[in-house]
């Protein structure tokens, strides 16, 4: 069983920055990818940004520029950086890690961001 747990979410003021972190219990092997989703009241989650094990980034639209999304594979974890915060921002974020092989899905129990305007 893969256990994913993210930490670093809380309050920030509009154009604060936070990072997040997400250990993952043990390594994937194979093609996958690690990555960051958020949902905020009311609207579906949505993908933040993702990284496969190759290093190929991707980036929602609203967050390029802002946030920078890494891994450190020594330690399991996926760090997603977020700067220049908007108040639109808020939403809870969940890791996820998806493996190609296996077509699974692993998530965190997510953390909250708020953004303050």
């Known amino acids: 069983q893969v256990q994913l747990v993210e930490s670093g979410g809380g309050l920030a003021q509009a154009g604060g920055s936070l990072r997040l972190s997400c250990v993952v219990s043990?390594?994937?092997?194979?093609?996958?990818?690690m990555g960051w989703y958020r949902q905020a009241p009311g609207k579906q989650r949505e993908l933040v940004a993702a990284?496969?094990?190759?290093?190929?980034?991707n980036y929602a639209d609203s967050v390029k520029g802002r946030f920078t999304i890494s891994r450190d594979n020594a330690k399991n974890t996926v760090y997603l950086q977020m700067n220049s915060l908007k108040p639109e921002d808020t939403a809870i974020y969940y890791c996820?890690?998806?493996?190609?092989?296996?077509?699974?899905?692993?998530w965190g129990r997510g953390t909250q961001v708020t953004v303050s305007s």
């Open positions: 996820n890690v998806h493996s190609v092989y296996t077509n699974l899905d692993y």
């Open positions: 043990r390594s994937i092997s194979g093609r996958h990818s």
């Open positions: 990284i496969t094990n190759s290093g190929t980034t």
